[in-house]
């Protein structure tokens, strides 16, 4: 009885790896995984060669100069996208090239997709906050008539919930808070900027504002 079982068994995998074999499946397989690799791998190199350009745009003294090199870490970091774009990295690189190049809509739209529910997954508690830190940052540098002050305060409790020691997001909190009239809630993001760094001015000059 257990003879015909083990012949059973073994008739099952032989007539299983024909299949596969027949179908080249484990060549495809391996394949596929090779191609991810070297997709991933392709996405990383342009990603970081992005990140290089935009550190040089930063740092450049001429304004043509560094739309230039914002425009080329803008180039790597789409390439990247291309690649894996599920990867919010890649996605914020972009965005801070183009608020560079002074396209805050653009950029605005890139970080929205950084911190889509698919791409964000790829990112730390503490890249997010910085994330919406830098997404409330350009919201409130187009903000008209206060529209978007409340979008605004919404990224950044979030992101001192995520990221507890990021100054400046309380401090741009607190300013949304005066914005809005909000006295108290103000003075306690600034206080809050303070616990984490007791030396920063501008939570220091705001809370004097406040209090005068």
């Given at each position: 009885m257990w003879?015909?079982?083990?012949?059973?068994?073994?008739?099952?995998?032989?007539?299983?790896f024909m299949f596969l074999a027949m179908h080249d499946i484990p060549k495809?397989?391996?394949?596929?995984?090779?191609?991810?690799?070297?997709?991933?791998?392709q996405a990383k190199r342009h990603f970081v060669l992005g990140a290089q350009l935009l550190s040089q745009?930063?740092?450049?003294?001429?304004?043509?100069?560094?739309?230039?090199?914002?425009?080329?870490?803008?180039?790597?970091?789409?390439?990247?996208?291309s690649l894996d774009p599920k990867d919010a990295a890649a996605y914020i690189l972009k965005a801070l090239a183009l608020d560079l190049q002074g396209f805050k809509t653009s950029a605005l739209d890139s970080l929205d997709v950084a911190l889509s529910p698919l791409a964000s997954k790829s990112l730390t508690d503490e890249e997010r906050g910085d994330a919406?830190?830098?997404r409330a940052e350009l919201k409130?540098?187009?903000?008209?008539?206060?529209?978007?002050?409340?979008?605004a305060i919404d990224d950044l409790t979030k992101a001192v919930e995520l990221s507890a020691d990021n100054?400046?997001?309380?401090?741009?909190?607190?300013?949304?808070?005066?914005?809005?009239?909000?006295?108290?809630?103000?003075?306690?993001a600034f206080e809050e900027a303070l616990k984490v760094e007791p030396s920063s001015n501008a939570a220091r000059?705001?809370?004097d504002r406040l209090s005068s």
């Open positions: 003879t015909d079982l083990l012949l059973q068994g073994a008739l099952i995998l032989v007539t299983i495809k397989i391996f394949t596929k995984f090779r191609y991810r690799n070297r997709a991933d791998f745009a930063r740092s450049s003294k001429s304004r043509s100069s560094t739309t230039s090199l914002a425009k080329h870490a803008e180039s790597e970091a789409e390439k990247a996208i919406l830190f830098k409130m540098s187009m903000n008209r008539r206060g529209s978007r002050v409340d979008s100054v400046k997001a309380f401090c741009l909190l607190g300013e949304c808070y005066k914005l809005k009239k909000m006295k108290a809630e103000a003075k306690a000059t705001a809370l």
